[in-house]
């Protein structure tokens, strides 16, 4: 992430109504504009907020044996803070993101404990982690928080709804439930025979449990079947031999990962090496230096993501992703996964921000967001519904977009539209476009 000084960043959209402390005439230039610095705005007695800034911070797994670009998240957010600053900032304030504080992947519970004690910021952004141990830290503080969803700590239940976690597409992962996700590639690919590979960790094995539910609800359909599944694998392994050996042995046709981008590159490798012809689900390597480097070796395999892809047709290319490519080269980000989370959770923090009004606070933030029920971050979402179902249920209908690799690249599958949708609760996948 790049940082001068204090990493003075700035956040998008319109210039907006609202107030600060600063006080001066209207100068002829400044005339007209919304949300100048010359105008009056209300004065806002919250951490991190003085007459001028809009403090943040965030946390990341910066230093990780995995290879995830977790720093890249802040970058996403010094993108679309720069933008929104361009415009006037928010209520006649800058949005600073001060710090990105590195949990080194183990020491997430007290880095978070950290920022709730120092009590300097207004909200935490982005959250990048690996794992999430400090999430109930941050609910108990009521700190707006927003971050990267892959760990089951950012889901509430109708007890605990965890209201101030926001994912970057809701916060309900319904991890352990049938997902049409892997069902769906199988039925693109051609697929019949799957292997489930995953780490004898809590969320590995949640994640296969989806894995294994989608094809026993909708694999039938299409005598799809998982022939080998392994589950026991211990983190960080670089031997999968004889599991590829077991999945050829089964007549396997597509692997299907709970694991890193290390360990699918490893697969894949075996894959090769044994000369089994199957090719992958990768729900998390929406990563072009990766393929730069290891296309080849999943040619053929499918990528899933939840928000509109770089690859998007221009004719149909949504306003936030044309700002987010727009604002990532004026601030020299780096363009990953991770980094376009990053600007999601930005989003929507500044449109909840802009919601609560110029005399805001950060329970009127989070009420705000949770008063949305069509979020769409200018067309980069197919929608989420924080009012009724981001924190404690999964979305419906089910949205994403599905990649297919070819030659190192990706591309979309649907021309019908951005996202492909399914009604998760349905007893067939009958797709539906955005």
């Known amino acids: 992430m790049?940082?001068?000084?204090?990493?003075?960043?700035?956040?998008?959209?319109?210039?907006?109504?609202?107030?600060?402390?600063?006080s001066g005439d209207t100068t002829a230039e400044d005339e007209g504009k919304e949300g100048s610095k010359s105008e009056e705005f209300a004065a806002v007695d919250a951490p991190g907020v003085t007459d001028t800034e809009i403090r943040v911070e965030g946390i990341a797994s910066i230093t990780n044996p995995v290879g995830i670009a977790a720093d890249t998240a802040g970058d996403g957010v010094d993108a679309y803070f720069e933008m929104v600053n361009s415009e006037g900032g928010v209520h006649g304030r800058d949005l600073v993101l001060s710090d990105v504080h590195?949990?080194?992947?183990?020491?997430?519970?007290?880095?978070?404990?950290?920022?709730?004690?120092?009590?300097?910021?207004?909200?935490?952004?982005p959250i990048a982690t690996l794992?999430?141990?400090?999430?109930?830290?941050?609910?108990?503080?009521?700190?707006p928080t927003f971050g990267w969803t892959i760990n089951p700590e950012w889901e509430g239940s109708e007890d605990n709804p965890k209201p101030n976690l926001f994912g970057q597409s809701g916060s309900f992962l319904c991890l352990g439930c049938a997902t049409p996700g892997p069902t769906y590639t199988a039925q693109l690919g051609d697929r019949s025979k799957i292997g489930l590979l995953g780490y004898n960790v809590p969320q590995s094995t949640q994640c296969l449990e989806s894995?294994?539910?989608?094809?026993?609800?909708?694999?039938?359909?299409?005598?799809?079947?998982?022939?080998?599944?392994?589950?026991s694998l211990t983190y960080g392994t670089t031997d999968l031999s004889v599991q590829v050996q077991k999945m050829a042995d089964a007549g396997a046709d597509m692997a299907m990962t709970c694991m890193d981008n290390n360990a699918a590159v490893t697969l894949a490798k075996e894959m090769k090496k044994q000369g089994l012809d199957a090719i992958q689900f990768l729900p998390q390597a929406y990563d072009h230096e990766l393929m730069g480097?290891?296309?080849?070796?999943?040619?053929?395999?499918?990528?899933?993501?939840?928000?509109?892809?770089?690859?998007?047709?221009e004719d149909s290319k949504p306003e936030g992703l044309e700002n987010y490519e727009e604002w990532m080269e004026k601030t020299d980000g780096e363009i990953t996964e991770n980094s376009m989370v990053g600007w999601l959770n930005a989003d929507l923090f500044v449109t909840g921000l802009r919601e609560a009004g110029p005399d805001f606070s950060r329970q009127s933030v989070t009420d705000a967001i949770n008063s949305l029920d069509d979020y769409r971050a200018e067309g980069m979402l197919p929608g989420v519904n924080w009012k009724e179902r981001g924190?404690?249920?999964?979305?419906?209908?089910?949205?994403?977009s599905y990649m297919?690799?070819?030659?190192?690249?990706f591309e979309l599958v649907s021309?019908?539209?951005?996202?492909?949708?399914?009604?998760?609760?349905?007893?067939?996948?009958?797709?539906?476009?955005?």
């Not at 794992?131 to 700190?143: H, K, M, N, P, S």
């Not at 480097?293 to 899933?304: A, H, I, N, R």
């Not at 249920?393 to 994403?400: E, G, L």
Request: net charge negative; proline share 3%; hydrophobic share 40%.
């Open 102 to 125: 590195d949990d080194q992947l183990a020491n997430n519970s007290a880095v978070a404990k950290g920022v709730v004690d120092a009590d300097s910021a207004f909200a935490v952004l």
């Open 391 to 400: 924190h404690t249920a999964r979305s419906n209908p089910d949205c994403n």
């Open 415 to 434: 021309s019908k539209g951005v996202f492909t949708c399914f009604d998760p609760e349905a007893d067939t996948l009958e797709a539906s476009y955005e």
């Open 131 to 143: 794992l999430f141990t400090g999430a109930d830290q941050l609910v108990d503080a009521g700190i």
């Open 293 to 313: 480097e290891f296309g080849d070796l999943f040619e053929d395999s499918y990528v899933m993501i939840s928000f509109a892809p770089l690859e998007t047709p």
């Open 211 to 231: 894995w294994r539910a989608s094809f026993d609800r909708w694999g039938g359909e299409s005598d799809i079947e998982v022939v080998f599944e392994d589950g």
């Open 404 to 409: 297919l690799i070819k030659d190192g690249e």
């Open 2 to 22: 790049k940082k001068v000084g204090i990493v003075l960043v700035t956040t998008a959209f319109l210039a907006l109504v609202g107030c600060g402390n600063s």
